[in-house]
């Protein structure tokens, strides 16, 4: 760091030559702001060297940070060639160049080949504008290549140029002072040698300048920019490379249609009608069964159950006696010419008083739960993992769409399908992950006004404390959240009273009801996030040991500080021999096949305006800051093992 500011040494020898006090101001303070940021980013981000395209961006947010050092000394330099200090433009490129040497070097060593040249132009556009002594344009190539730069780092914040609005401004406004510098003395007041005057013209030219630099910041950190899953990353397919899949064999649970293929009158294939996929029936209740060939002629049909065996010999039946549990269900259709096709789907079977205080019944819940009933007449848990609530019903529906065959917009039914290996279990719970993450499709964003209402980090040491116990920044959410009111005292499902009256529920954290957060409110944090994906995972077919919600312990964030802690789920996917950690807060990553999560979204504050921040894996330290208990609606368990999770190291 002392050798960074050798920069804003020379400066201020210029300073003190030709009367450029006030033009080399503004670049001073630019490089202020380019290296304490660049600083900043660096010593938060360091551990993201290399690790670029994990995060589907051209540059790591370390490796952004040396170029906005590296920029910062091309601004340096810019101001010293304009002002004609040939001492401070001699020592800035001896500096420039053995920093960019340095950086290159290293950046080169960890693939970080975007940076690389990044590097190179820096130093191309430097000794460049030295050799032919345009300061000037120095200062605009330097002020303006930030943003750019910036965007194409993945910076903590989802609009990275943004970080390079104080230091680009103020470069470009020094370039053009130094252009101007004949013409000042023409200016009103400025145009005559008597003391008080001139003064006067000083101190007004300089509070105009200052207060075109304050309005052209604030515009570019105001300026609306929709958040879209472009901005967040592209929707890349990943395959299974840490050893997660399991090799032995699994149940054959494909569905044809899945693989697009096209059927002439003359193929045989074979189709369930009836039940649909991964719906619950209650024992006893006789379940109908139905079956297309999509072939004319006579047609032999065997309907088989992994847990019953054969249960049926025609195209349609009713069956009331099957086993309590998941039934994978087989269907196979021979023509007279011994060509089979074959459907499956899965089936599950509870006891009579799982859910069977709610009416209507849910279509879809899982077997292995305990709950009766749904809020405000279930217990505490079954309120806060509504798996019995019907209204729920229409997620699980758009993912056995989406798994079968059924065109889904958007791009987590893509994403699901492209990594399920025809397994729909797995596709099912992949599109719920993406759908709840990136995709945005049930949850949108981060709800900032529950953290400022419980005076938690986010809001108050990044707002200001002020706003502890307030109900702050609901803009841009759905007009049940701006009608909540705040009572601070209250946690959880208690302070939710109303689905009508909006001002009876008080915006606290603690889990709210799943269909209030999902339905009503549309947003939430991350316990919210947490628990909305467990209670529709278990509505589509996972059982009580294969998805759980689980939380860390405290974790530092960069400036926040220490946070109390963060919680996210464990997800054991069909096929795999560990559990995943999947972290879908704010709409961010979800799931990362090959590890951990990359990062999570919340939201905090940024020069007086909430913005959101990507919380980083390696703060959060998923592997190592995990509580001991992980729950669901079904009750409490053990966290599984670290070794038994996908990206964890092994602990000798």
């Not at 010593?43 to 940070?65: I, K, M, R, V």
């Not at 020069?607 to 330290?621: K, N, S, T, Y």
């Amino acid at each position: 760091m002392p050798i960074i500011l050798i920069p804003l040494l020379a400066l201020m020898h210029l300073m003190a030559k030709k009367g450029n006090q006030i033009l080399a101001l503004p670049a001073i303070l630019g490089i202020l702001f380019a290296i304490i940021t660049g600083s900043l980013v660096l010593f938060f981000a360091l551990p993201s060297l290399g690790h670029q395209t994990e995060y589907d961006n051209a540059l790591s947010p370390a490796a952004g940070a040396i170029l906005f050092i590296l920029l910062g000394l091309a601004g340096a330099l810019g101001a010293a060639i304009a002002a004609e200090s040939r001492m401070a433009e001699r020592g800035l490129v001896m500096l420039d160049l053995i920093l960019s040497l340095f950086g290159l070097v290293a950046l080169a060593l960890l693939n970080e080949w975007a940076a690389c040249i990044g590097i190179i132009m820096i130093v191309a556009a430097s000794l460049a504008f030295q050799h032919s002594k345009r300061g000037s344009a120095l200062l605009f190539f330097a002020g303006l290549a930030g943003f750019p730069l910036g965007q194409a780092a993945m910076t903590f914040l989802p609009y990275g140029w943004k970080t390079w609005s104080i230091s680009g401004v103020l470069f470009v406004f020094c370039g053009f002072l130094f252009i101007a510098k004949t013409s000042l003395k023409r200016l009103p007041l400025l145009n005559n040698n008597r003391r008080a005057s001139l003064l006067c013209g000083y101190l007004l030219y300089s509070l105009l300048c200052l207060l075109l630099i304050f309005l052209s910041v604030a515009t570019l950190v105001h300026v609306p920019v929709e958040t879209s899953l472009g901005m967040r990353g592209a929707m890349i397919p990943e395959t299974n490379e840490c050893g997660c899949m399991n090799d032995g064999p699994k149940y054959a649970y494909a569905n044809a249609s899945m693989q697009s293929q096209s059927y002439s009158c003359e193929q045989l294939k074979a189709e369930i009608l009836s039940p649909g996929d991964v719906r619950t029936f209650p024992r006893d209740e006789a379940v109908y069964f139905e079956a297309k060939a999509y072939k004319k002629g006579p047609m032999r049909y065997l309907w088989v159950s992994d847990l019953d065996g054969v249960i049926g010999q025609d195209e349609e039946f009713n069956r009331s006696n099957l086993s309590i549990g998941w039934h994978n269900i087989t269907l196979t259709i021979t023509d007279s010419t011994n060509v089979s096709s074959s459907d499956f789907i899965e089936l599950g079977i509870s006891d009579c008083s799982v859910c069977g205080k709610v009416s209507p019944r849910p279509k879809y819940y899982p077997v292995d739960t305990s709950c009766q009933d749904i809020w405000p007449n279930g217990t505490t848990r079954c309120q806060e993992f509504e798996v019995c609530h019907p209204d729920l019903d229409y997620i699980v529906a758009d993912a056995v769409n989406c798994c079968d065959g059924t065109p889904i917009p958007g791009s987590a039914c893509a994403y699901a399908c492209a990594n399920s290996g025809g397994d729909k279990k797995r596709c099912r719970g992949l599109y719920i992950i993406r759908a709840f993450g990136p995709e945005e499709t049930y949850m949108r964003g981060y709800a900032l006004f529950k953290a400022c209402c419980s005076g938690y980090p986010e809001c108050t040491r990044t707002c200001g404390l002020s706003l502890a116990g307030t109900c702050s920044f609901r803009e841009g959410f759905n007009e049940n959240v701006s009608r909540l009111s705040c009572r601070p005292d209250e946690w959880g499902v208690s302070a939710w009273r109303s689905d009508i009256n909006m001002s009876e529920n008080s915006a606290v954290l603690g889990m709210f009801p799943t269909h209030a957060t999902v339905d009503i409110l549309r947003t939430g944090v991350c316990i919210d996030y947490a628990a909305a994906l467990t209670t529709t995972l278990r509505k589509a077919g996972y059982n009580k040991t294969e998805v759980m919600s689980t939380a860390s312990t405290g974790y530092d964030l960069p400036l926040l500080g220490s946070h109390p802690g963060h919680a996210y789920n464990l997800v054991l996917l069909p096929g795999d021999a560990m559990y995943h950690f999947v972290d879908t807060t704010g709409n961010g990553e979800g799931i990362n096949l090959k590890g951990v999560p990359h990062y999570f979204w919340f939201t905090g504050c940024f020069l007086g305006q909430p913005v959101e921040v990507r919380a980083f894996d390696w703060w959060v330290d998923y592997c190592n800051k995990t509580g001991s208990i992980s729950y669901n609606d079904a009750g409490e368990f053990e966290t599984p093992k670290r070794t038994n999770i996908c990206g964890c190291p092994n602990v000798n």
